[in-house]
């Protein structure tokens, strides 16, 4: 089992830049594919990047492409989501989230998730 807690959100302009953490305690960290999900309000939670368990390939969403990084320190069970460039509809609750068995753009397929942190953009 993996606990995760995520940090690093708040309230930036737009065009500003915000980088989220998730710490992960428990079992081993380098055995999970992670990912990085928002959820706005009124709307279902939505997939934004994912990094398999070396950090050797990543996955994104076409909405964040070229603007936001997923990274993962597996010395310090670490996962990160580095966003730049940031819009108003970036606005959201983020989550990550971690899978032993699937790298996937799929809320359903991840088996932990952590509690969310809040970003706010404004215009």
């Known amino acids: 089992q993996v606990q995760l807690v995520e940090s690093g959100g708040g309230l930036v302009q737009a065009g500003g830049s915000l980088r989220l953490s998730c710490a992960a305690s428990?079992?081993?960290?380098?055995?999970?594919?992670m990912g990085w999900f928002r959820q706005a309000p009124g709307k279902e939670r939505a997939f934004v990047a994912a990094?398999?368990?070396?950090?050797?390939?990543?996955a994104y969403a076409d909405s964040v492409k070229g603007r936001f990084t997923i990274s993962r320190d597996n010395a310090k069970n670490t996962v990160y989501l580095q966003m730049n460039s940031l819009k108003p509809e970036d606005t959201a609750v983020y989550y990550c989230?971690?899978?032993?068995?699937?790298?996937?753009?799929?809320?359903?397929?991840?088996?932990?998730w952590g509690q969310g942190t809040q970003v706010t953009v404004s215009s």
């Open positions: 990094v398999t368990r070396a950090g050797g390939n990543t």
């Open positions: 428990g079992r081993t960290f380098s055995s999970y594919f």
């Open positions: 989230a971690a899978d032993s068995v699937r790298y996937s753009d799929l809320a359903h397929d991840y088996e932990y």
